[in-house]
């Protein structure tokens, strides 16, 4: 089955700590993503990719770092200088063409103790 | 700049009544309508979206909405409501220009009384 895995589910961290979220599909898509979630306040943008070794830094990137280093594969550190990292992170993916729908992860929560 | 607008941070409704879901969006370029839907503790799946030709759209799980060029609007609406269909609900804009930003409203929660 073609589609997006995020993992872990959860994940607990202790302050000062870096952590990586990862993300994989298998939808060969071009373009993928990362978002936090916070409650009431929707989806913010932190990162994304058009392609391969090329990311853009969203409307929240401080704080967070990306790679992509293959077409499947997006992971994303939560650095320690991140002020207030617990929350859910969703990632997705699309083709490049604005019309394509995003498919989204299932999510991590993310909980600094 | 696009700003997407979801009016109602809550929506109560008894199981089968009708429920509409109220979205307004700002842009000063021209944009895809998208309506997403997010069960607990998951991911976002697509709803419908509008490209263009017909205002109306149906969606899954007999969703539709409407667009409204001269309202700058994409309310969503169904008939009759399911206790399933308990879930936070979200609007999105993405420019015609732009093959990376999808902006989302602040998202509906909706919520079925039985």
């Known amino acids: 089955d073609g589609g997006i895995t995020q993992s872990p589910k959860y994940l607990f961290r202790k302050e000062g700590q870096n952590v990586t979220l990862s993300c994989e599909q298998n939808l060969n898509h071009d373009a993928m993503y990362w978002y936090r979630q916070d409650p009431g306040q929707g989806l913010r943008l932190i990162y994304y990719s058009q392609i391969v070794n090329d990311f853009q830094k969203g409307d929240i990137a401080e704080g967070y770092s990306v790679s992509r280093e293959k077409k499947e594969s997006f992971p994303l550190t939560v650095t320690s200088a991140q002020k207030n990292p617990t929350a859910f992170y969703l990632c997705a993916s699309s083709k490049r063409d604005p019309t394509d729908t995003q498919y989204f992860g299932p999510g991590t929560r993310l909980t600094v103790l | 700049a696009q700003s997407v607008t979801q009016l109602d941070s809550q929506v109560p409704v008894f199981e089968e009544a009708p429920v509409e879901l109220r979205c307004n969006y700002s842009?000063?370029?021209?944009?895809?309508l998208f309506w997403y839907v997010q069960y607990p503790n998951q991911g976002l799946q697509l709803l419908l979206k509008y490209l263009s030709g017909s205002t109306l759209v149906k969606g899954i799980n007999g969703f539709e909405a409407e667009f409204n060029k001269s309202q700058t609007s994409f309310h969503l609406r169904k008939p009759s409501v399911h206790i399933s269909d308990t879930a936070e609900y979200f609007c999105a804009v993405r420019p015609y220009s732009s093959a990376s930003k999808i902006i989302f409203g602040s998202g509906t929660r909706l919520s079925i009384r039985p």
């Open positions: 842009s000063s370029v021209s944009v895809y």
